[in-house]
């Protein structure tokens, strides 16, 4: 009798592997393709060949991103979610909102919470979804890496295509090179607070905030378009998902401003665009709220401040664009953030 249950025992785990491996081959050829942004990290498994393991930012997802349950389940690891995505530009999806209750919205990635994340206090889910492991043809993974970019230099965003089944399953199918790198320098920071200048009967204006240089360059074959209208309307400062204070821009205007003839640029392949971004300005002056609801308006630097920023280009919607630019076909289309930072002069 010990021989059967050994052989049947054997026939269910074999049964189990195939029926997954049919699964993961009908979604392959059957799902719903679509692109996600993610930063490739640590080839390499000497024990399964090259492989490349992904991060994706909704690998970690606050409360203010969940729905249904979802929070008091952060802590409980193998809790079942689903990520609901939504589309943005050049075929990319990124997360709307993480939910515990089987969405009807056509596309949702099923994943599991892993344990709970904790960054200055803030509970969050940290999920897995099954599309962390990109495997690669041997000797391939440190090439990706080389490619990706380095931490200080230009960073090039890997676009991972995956298919997804009716279930929420997603599996990896193939990737891809963001056509725009990035790259973020930190000129100027200041370490020290006003507060330490308050014996000084006449102390030295200080700037609170860092300076910046941020490289765009067209990694790509062909020519692309870009966009920096004046004061630098071209790029965004925003706060990080862990950020322990709330924001909200002063000055809204670059809201209204469209792109003109001396804004547009056309990048060939290889050539790089800087802006100079001093964020001591008013033009980046933010109104924070802190945890116990007390605002200030001024600089990101004030009161020694460690929260993270990222700042983001933003491209033109093609209407914005002045006619005598070259095709839609032509514009980068997107959001393209920066590494994090903070005033104190730290790069994640």
Known sequence: ?????????????????????????????????????????????????????????????????????????????????????????????????LTDQRPTEPLYIKGRITNRHWSRGQGAANVKYGVEQLYVEQGSGREIERTRGTRSGIQIPMEVQVAIGDDGTAVLRDYRWSKLAIQLEILRF??????????????APVELSP??????????????????????????????????????????????????????????????????LDLSKPRWHMRIKNKDDITSEGEIGMDNNSDMFRIIYQSPRPEQLPSSASTSQAIWQGQLPSRAFNARGRID
Request: with cysteine; glycine share 4%; charged share 25%.
């Open 211 to 276: 300076k910046l240089r941020i490289t765009l360059k067209n990694v790509s074959d062909s020519a692309l378009v870009i966009s920096d209208p004046d004061d630098h309307c071209g790029f965004k400062l925003v706060p990080v998902a862990w950020a322990s204070k709330t924001y909200a821009p002063l000055d809204t205007s670059c809201e209204q401003i469209a792109s003109s003839s001396r804004s547009t640029m056309t990048l060939v392949p290889q050539q790089a665009y800087q802006a100079e």
């Open 1 to 97: 009798m010990r021989k059967y249950f050994v052989l049947l025992a054997i026939v269910a785990q074999v049964s189990v592997l195939a029926y997954m491996a049919i699964k993961h081959e009908v979604i392959l050829a059957t799902g719903d393709p679509i692109y996600l942004r993610t930063a490739p990290i640590d080839p390499r498994d000497p024990f399964r060949g090259d492989f490349v393991r992904l991060s994706y930012p909704f690998n970690t997802v606050y409360a203010k991103r969940t729905r249904g349950t979802v929070k008091d389940h952060v802590g409980d690891k193998g809790y079942q979610v689903y990520a609901v995505m939504k589309p943005t530009e050049n075929d990319l999806y990124t997360l709307d909102y």
């Open 190 to 203: 200041n370490r020290q607070n006003r507060r330490n200048n308050s014996s000084d009967q006449n102390p």
